[in-house]
Structures are given as structure tokens and as C-alpha cells.
């Protein structure tokens, strides 16, 4: 499971305004919930069987992809540069490029670090464990972990690592839940954390836009676990609003009976999923907390996975003021490195 790239951690006081400001949104604004309360503990187990679904394809061309062009990623990343992965979870992936990157580096495994990045303290732990188990060699003290979200994570390994090159990671095509201007924003501040081009670098992955019926498939599976993770989501939120989920199931506003929907957004070229109020008379203003009400059958937007062509990412690149200095695609995926 990938964490929120920005923001605050679900259930912080800063998280809950956040969520309330999404909620309040009146219309032609359509109410957002922030993807961060996606993933409590039960979402993070719902996310880890939609990778295992047979339609969900973006965990496997990733994974594919990284497995075809591993050494000549591991070889373009700066020999010496400590990575630094951005949402790690437990880094099943990771530790298959990080061996590639010690093969092609100076030293070795013996000269390697690696740094995982999550706001998930178990994840981490696997993340250690999965990445040492995946490279002979490597010393336990050359692989670190930082509990925080990302860009807080990446400030904190600066820190640490004051004076080395840091290779940053971006697994998952994560990058997609933000809008365009706040992708920009985003690689912009990563790289002014790690000092500019010439001391850090970002290894991005994406998912490429493709045909409608199979992003529908994969965000609308027959199975019904992608809705049970958005529903979820739900849940999680009201429970950390003023009334909690017991307010919410007497307005008539249980997360299960929420109608999930999944739209295919061709002009901004992402998936949004929605779920939709069921109360046949919608919920009153204030009977969840204060100012916030549902009218009949009114969307809230959960979250949106934003895909990308080869120019969006080199517009993207090219916003943030660094370039696409290579680049290795799938007809589903792409993994570029930014620099």
C-alpha cells in the first residue's frame, strides 16, 4: 500500500479539517474525501488483495517491468547515492532493484544504503526484513527506515545523510493521485529537499493511459474488493468526524449501502471513484457534524488515479525544472528517471 504523498497522516487533527473542508463542499464543487483515510489497517489489507486480482494489472506491469530492465535501471542511478524509497510498504518489489543498483555500484552490496520510507511502522519492519532478504551482503546498518509521510521522510533523510547523492524512489505510480499543478509542485519540492540535479535524483514510476474498458475493469472489479477499499475509506473518515460512524448510520449514511462509482475521465485522463449518498432524502446538514449534509444520491470523490502519455511526464519533469534523462516503458507502464 502506498501512503499519501502530501498532507497529514489520517486521524491527525490537521487530517480531520482537511476531511471536513472536502465535505463541506457545495455544489458544482463535488465533495472529496483526502485518500489518506484509505489506509487504516483494514484498508491496507484490502489494498494488498486488489493487487492479487487478475484485472488489476498495474502492480504486475510494474513489477514486470521492473524485473525486465532492473540491471540497466540499477545501472543508471548514481553509483554511490544512498535510495531512498517514498512509500515503501514492505518493499516485496524493492529489493530486486536495490541488489541490481549494488551489483552495478562501487563497492558492492558492502557499499550500498537504502532507506524506506513509510507512515506505517509494520510495513516498515517488513520493508527491512524483505530488502536485506533480497540482497547477500548488504550490512543491517545500511538499511534504515523513517515512519512519516513523504516529503517529512525525505527531509529526515537529508538529515541523515547530509552529504550523499540520494536516488529517490517512487514505486506504484503514487504520483497519480495528485493533481498536474500539485504533481509539479511536489517533484519540485523533493528535489529542493535533496538539494537540486547533481546531488538527487527520482526514479518515477507510472501508470500509462489506456483503453477505458480495461481501467474500468481494474477499478470496478466482478469481485467487488476495489469498492469494499473505497467504502472503507469511508468509514474511516466518518469515524473520525465529531458524531462518528454511529451519527452517521442514524442519518442514514452507512458506509456499506453507499453506491460505488467508478468514472473514466478522458479529458483529465484519470479514474475517479465515487461512492454515492443512498439516504432516499439525503442527510440533513449538521446530523454528521457541523455543516455537513448529502443530498440525495450526491457523489463524494474518494480517490483518483491519474494516468500518464510520455509528454505528460515530460511536461511534468519539465514544470518541476528537471528533465527525463532515460526512460523504460511497457505497453501498460512506464519507469522514468528524473534528473
Known amino acids: 500500500p502506498r501512503p499519501p504523498p502530501t498532507g497529514e497522516a489520517a486521524g491527525d487533527a490537521g487530517a480531520v479539517a482537511s476531511l471536513l473542508a472536502g465535505l463541506r463542499s457545495a455544489p458544482p464543487a463535488i465533495k472529496t474525501v483526502p485518500c489518506s483515510f484509505l489506509y487504516d489497517g483494514p484498508g491496507s489489507r484490502l489494498y494488498d488483495a486488489i493487487t492479487d486480482l487478475a484485472a488489476y494489472y498495474p502492480y504486475r506491469a510494474e513489477a514486470d517491468l521492473l524485473a525486465a530492465h532492473g540491471g540497466a535501471i540499477g545501472a543508471a542511478l548514481p553509483a554511490d547515492a544512498v535510495l531512498v524509497e517514498l512509500g515503501c510498504g514492505s518493499a516485496t518489489k524493492t529489493g530486486a532493484l536495490v541488489a541490481a543498483a549494488a551489483a552495478a555500484g562501487l563497492g558492492g552490496a558492502a557499499a550500498t544504503a537504502y532507506v524506506g520510507i513509510d507512515c506505517s511502522a509494520d510495513f516498515l519492519a517488513n520493508a527491512r526484513a524483505n530488502v536485506a532478504a533480497a540482497v547477500p551482503g548488504l550490512p543491517a546498518g545500511n538499511v534504515e527506515t523513517v515512519c512519516a509521510l513523504y516529503l517529512d521522510g525525505a527531509r ?26 500539485a504533481a509539479a509542485a511536489f517533484v519540485t519540492e523533493l528535489f529542493a529537499i535533496g538539494g537540486g540535479p547533481g546531488r538527487c535524483c527520482l526514479l518515477l514510476c507510472t501508470d500509462l493511459w489506456k483503453e477505458a474498458g ?16 473505497i467504502r ?106 528524473l534528473a
Open 156 to 181: 529526515a533523510v537529508r538529515g541523515m545523510h547530509p552529504t550523499s547523492t540520494l536516488a529517490f524512489l517512487w514505486l506504484g505510480s503514487s504520483i497519480g493521485n495528485l493533481a498536474p499543478d
Open 232 to 337: 472503507n475509506g469511508l468509514s474511516h473518515a466518518l469515524a473520525c468526524l465529531p458524531g462518528g460512524l454511529e451519527a452517521a448510520a442514524a442519518a442514514g449514511a452507512r458506509p456499506d449501502a453507499w453506491q460505488y462509482e467508478v468514472l473514466i475521465n478522458e479529458g483529465a485522463t484519470q479514474v475517479e471513484m465515487r461512492l454515492a449518498c443512498p439516504a432516499p432524502a439525503g442527510i440533513a446538514a449538521g446530523a454528521i457534524a457541523p455543516g455537513v449534509g448529502f443530498a440525495p444520491g450526491e457523489q463524494v470523490l474518494m480517490e483518483v488515479s491519474r494516468k500518464f502519455t510520455p509528454a505528460a511526464v515530460d511536461a511534468l519533469a519539465a514544470a518541476a525544472g528537471v528533465g527525463v534523462v532515460a526512460r523504460w516503458a511497457s505497453e501498460d507502464y512506464g519507469i522514468q528517471l
Open 214 to 229: 480495461r481501467l474500468r475493469a481494474a477499478y470496478d472489479d466482478d469481485e467487488g474488493v476495489t469498492a469494499a477499499f
